[in-house]
């Protein structure tokens, strides 16, 4: 089995599942419980809050554990543009995002009246800071741009869109990094909320954190016992947010052992992809993640392509996991300014740090005599 769709999620890594079993067992109390097991297995909930967060680089009051990236944005925008309705309604995001986000921004304006700006990217999935600066208002209270984009791996200036807004206190920055997190570094330094989901670094599905800078105010999503800072109410388990230190300790230090081997894999497949007469990258080579490359084959559809790779045991999606059922041409593409056709064919292969040379030789192999074939049958 060649497994290409790192993205939409990965395989759990065996220490993160020994890691899950062992806590679950061992510290299976409420950590809100008084007596000494809740106790223990607090603790051992502090533990995983203080391990996340001196990997991202955070406090750990910062840190509030989530059921993953859905979660963390939803209670990112709604919740931080609900707390700051006072100060204005006026939001600004990109066309590109997930829809955990842009689901969350159009019930925010169809129920609450805020008002949206939709940046258009270039045709590279960029969204440059001029865009950003030149859509702020007087009433501006929250900008949500992402960090990788998770059908064609763009590299957002997620630290330059920070350093501008800096100047605009009352405006929180959200960034939805979860794409980033254990590929690419991102400083939070001028980011009031980051999401993080713990199912795309190989932990488990059913965790992620959301980062909440000290001082920003979020109305909550969850009302209930007032865990996480009060930010998200609900039991807390300490084997998942172990369990996701542990997937996040390991990506980490994975990214620094085989951030080159990733990049020239990703290079190997983008020249072998440009030998291919009929294929078109979607992928910019340059601003983009080592683990994501998309591309089409105008004038085929994606999902026969997919199913015929699925027969040589190689498994790569369609646009993205969410979206892919759904049939719909690429949203992503077609605002970058990609043809219906391309937009239509697009297929999305995504690595780990576990993807071999060899895999990517295969894949490359099974694909153009699949290409091939197809391109013959639409004659
Ligand atoms: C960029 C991005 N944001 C958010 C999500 C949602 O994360 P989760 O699957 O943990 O809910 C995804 C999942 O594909 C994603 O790619």
Redesign the pocket.
């Known amino acids: 089995m060649i497994y290409l769709d790192n993205?939409?999620?990965t395989k759990p890594y065996d220490e993160v599942l020994h890691a899950f079993s062992q806590v679950a067992t061992r510290f299976f109390a409420n950590p809100s419980s008084l007596h000494s097991l809740g106790a223990e297995a607090e603790k051992v909930l502090t533990q995983a809050r203080r391990q996340t967060a001196a990997l991202l680089g955070a406090e750990e009051s910062e840190v509030i554990f989530t059921?993953?990236?859905?979660?963390?944005?939803n209670l990112a925008v709604k919740g931080s543009a609900l707390a700051r309705k006072h100060h204005g309604k006026h939001i600004i995001t990109s066309k590109i995002?997930?829809p955990?986000?842009l689901e969350s921004i159009k019930q925010l304006k169809e129920h609450f009246d805020f008002d949206v700006t939709y940046l258009q990217p270039d045709e590279y999935g960029m969204i440059t800071i001029e865009k950003v600066e030149e859509a702020i208002r007087p009433d501006t209270i929250l900008v949500s741009i992402?960090h990788?984009?998770?059908e064609v791996g763009t590299i957002q200036p997620i630290e330059q869109i920070g350093e501008m807004l800096a100047s605009y206190p009352k405006i929180a920055f959200h960034v939805?990094a979860?794409?980033g997190a254990g590929k690419v570094p991102l400083p939070l330094k001028h980011i009031d909320l980051c999401?993080i989901?713990?199912?795309?670094f190989h932990g488990l599905?059913g965790c992620?954190a959301l980062y909440m800078k000290k001082g920003v105010k979020l109305l909550p999503m969850l009302s209930g016992g007032e865990q996480e800072m009060q930010a998200r109410s609900g039991t807390e388990s300490a084997a998942l947010a172990a369990s996701m230190a542990k997937a996040l300790r390991m990506s980490t230090e994975r990214y620094k052992s085989n951030r080159e081997k990733m990049n020239r894999q990703k290079h190997f497949l983008l020249n072998g992809l440009a030998n291919m007469d009929t294929v078109q990258i979607n992928t910019p080579a340059g601003q983009s993640a080592g683990h994501i490359i998309n591309f089409s084959v105008p004038g085929t559809e994606a999902e026969v392509l997919l199913r015929m790779l699925e027969q040589e045991e190689i498994y790569v999606s369609t646009t993205?996991?969410?979206s892919s059922k759904r049939k719909r041409s690429s949203t992503v593409l077609l605002a970058m300014g990609k043809s219906g056709s391309v937009a239509s064919s697009s297929i999305r292969v995504s690595l780990s740090y576990d993807t071999e040379d060899k895999d990517l030789e295969r894949f490359l192999a099974v694909l153009e005599a699949s290409v091939k074939k197809l391109v013959k049958l639409a004659r």
């Open positions: 993205s939409a999620t059921s993953g990236g859905t979660e963390g944005n995002e997930h955990s986000v992402m990788i984009n998770n939805d979860v794409q999401t989901s713990g199912h795309k599905k992620g993205s996991a969410c």
